[in-house]
């Protein structure tokens, strides 16, 4: 059975940093594409950031040159460190995995973490 733990969310002031974990279990970890993604009160879902099981990363334009995604295929984690943190990037943010890059990219993977809170004031 496949799961998805997510940690390290919390509260900061803007300009501050937080790293999120995501531990995976009951798959081979290297073999699948992960992603964060975040949903903010109100609004829609949003893709955060990209890894496929090559190491290519993508990001989105909002985050990009302040996150980087990672992953360490020998702890079956995948992190998030998230730097220059504004009060836009408040939302919760959840990973996910899925063997395919294009439904990871849609929304529509097939695993999700439970998400955790990232709260960013001004």
């Known amino acids: 059975q496949v799961h998805l733990v997510e940690s390290g969310g919390g509260s900061v002031q803007a300009g501050g940093s937080l790293r999120l974990s995501c531990a995976a279990s009951?798959?081979?970890?290297?073999?699948?594409?992960m992603g964060w993604f975040r949903q903010a009160p109100g609004k829609t879902r949003e893709r955060v950031a990209t890894i496929d099981s090559d190491g290519t990363t993508t990001y989105a334009g909002s985050v990009k040159g302040r996150f980087t995604i990672s992953q360490d295929n020998a702890k079956n984690t995948l992190y998030l460190q998230m730097n220059s943190l504004k009060p836009e990037d408040t939302a919760m943010y959840y990973c996910?995995?899925?063997?395919?890059?294009?439904?990871?990219?849609?929304?529509?993977?097939?695993?999700w973490g439970q998400g955790t809170q990232v709260t960013v004031s001004s």
């Open positions: 009951g798959y081979t970890f290297s073999t699948y594409c």
């Open positions: 996910a995995a899925d063997p395919s890059l294009p439904r990871l990219w849609l929304g529509v993977a097939s695993y």
